[in-house]
């Protein structure tokens, strides 16, 4: 849980083996975890998670390390043809045909005791997790895309991925292409923010939120009277020790000499008339994904496939490397480029090459 702090709480521990389930109770005094932290760690066992994500950040901040070897059983199922980001509930229910008791879902896991009914629903998560894996794996090992899923895991198993570099921390906040100077500050004030929540375990909004962040380094204020006219700020937070840091930071980035700002992202604007083209080729990405039972959001999304639209080979997205470019994009360019077309035969949509002979679909 982490509603009330910077840092993710380890509430509750659900383990399966071949052989047992069990919940370990990550909160009971004294507790040593560090045998389950070997587990992590160990290259000899296959650890299991679905959408893996926030639980890997716990297990990083606590270790100091990524458990490893992984696999992620949500994205497996996007590999597989399960769709874009499927729902435990729904994967369980199509692999297994068990039915998840969803009823203990919104628990407060950080309240003691837990009642029997909630420990059986927590261990139950994961020996429903245990069977989905062999049967996701099993199809990864009949389609031979072992490597694709390995790909996708890359992201996941690096520690980059958890570390919460304050001075990275303005990326997380949607500003619209700032000016250099605005764009300084932000990333002076959102590092502030980040520290001081780290230092304090509390949430960002905690300490300021979005929305008055972008206010102040849109004005810049110098006083504690300026920073207390910033929407939601107050004069307590302004006049006090927090807005004296804040405005040291604001300093800092009004400081940052001209020749060391930020350039500001000029966006190449896309080529008129390629809106059909686009659309054309998101049709083409609807059958390939469908011809393979493969998520669409895997291969590409819409930003990606208006640069193939506009750029073609020379399109600097994911789609354009790797297994996604054998998969889709060497074909999406030969469709671009009219080499190949799309046609509707018996009622769907096939792709043809320039002499009208089928490629692929039905006979």
Not at 60 to 73: E, I, N, R, T
Not at 137 to 148: H, M, V
Not at 211 to 221: F, M, Q, V, Y
Not at 299 to 313: F, K, P
């Amino acid at each position: 849980m982490r509603e009330s702090t910077y840092y993710p709480l380890l509430c509750l521990v659900q383990v399966a083996s071949p052989d047992e389930a069990v919940a370990i109770d990550a909160l009971a005094p004294d507790l040593d975890l560090s045998s389950l932290y070997e587990l992590m760690n160990s290259p000899e066992t296959l650890k299991v998670f679905h959408a893996a994500r926030q639980d890997l950040e716990i297990f990083y901040h606590l270790m100091g390390k990524v458990p490893a070897p992984l696999f992620d059983s949500q994205v497996a199922a996007m590999v597989c043809g399960f769709g874009d980001q499927v729902g435990y509930e729904s994967l369980i229910a199509k692999l297994t045909k068990a039915s998840v008791d969803k009823s203990s879902r919104f628990t407060d896991w950080s309240r003691r005791p837990l009642s029997d009914r909630q420990i059986t629903y927590a261990i139950s998560d994961v020996t429903h997790l245990r069977d989905a894996y062999h049967k996701l794996n099993a199809t990864l090992q009949e389609n031979g895309r072992e490597s694709w899923l390995d790909a996708e895991m890359k992201i996941l198993t690096s520690p980059d991925t958890y570390k919460g570099d304050p001075e990275l921390a303005y990326k997380r906040i949607k500003a619209r292409n700032p000016k250099p100077r605005v764009a300084a500050l932000l990333r002076e004030v959102a590092a502030w923010r980040e520290r001081e929540a780290q230092h304090r375990n509390v949430p960002r909004n905690r300490i300021l939120r979005d929305d008055a962040i972008l206010e102040i380094c849109n004005h810049a204020p110098k006083t504690p009277a300026d920073l207390a006219k910033t929407r939601g700020l107050g004069d307590r937070m302004a006049n006090g020790a927090q807005g004296q840091e804040l405005l040291k930071a604001v300093q800092r980035g009004l400081d940052i000499p001209e020749a060391d700002l930020p350039a500001q992202v000029k966006r190449k604007d896309l080529p008129s008339g390629i809106g059909p083209v686009s659309d054309l080729l998101k049709v083409f990405l609807k059958m390939t994904c469908e011809e393979t039972d493969v998520a669409q959001k895997l291969i590409a999304n819409a930003s990606d496939i208006d640069q193939i639209a506009a750029y073609g080979e020379k399109a600097d997205v994911p789609t354009m490397k790797g297994w996604r470019y054998e998969l889709f994009g060497k074909a999406a360019v030969k469709l671009r480029a009219g080499d190949i077309g799309l046609a509707i035969k018996n009622k769907k949509v096939v792709l043809l090459d320039n002499s009208n002979e089928t490629l692929s679909g039905p006979d």
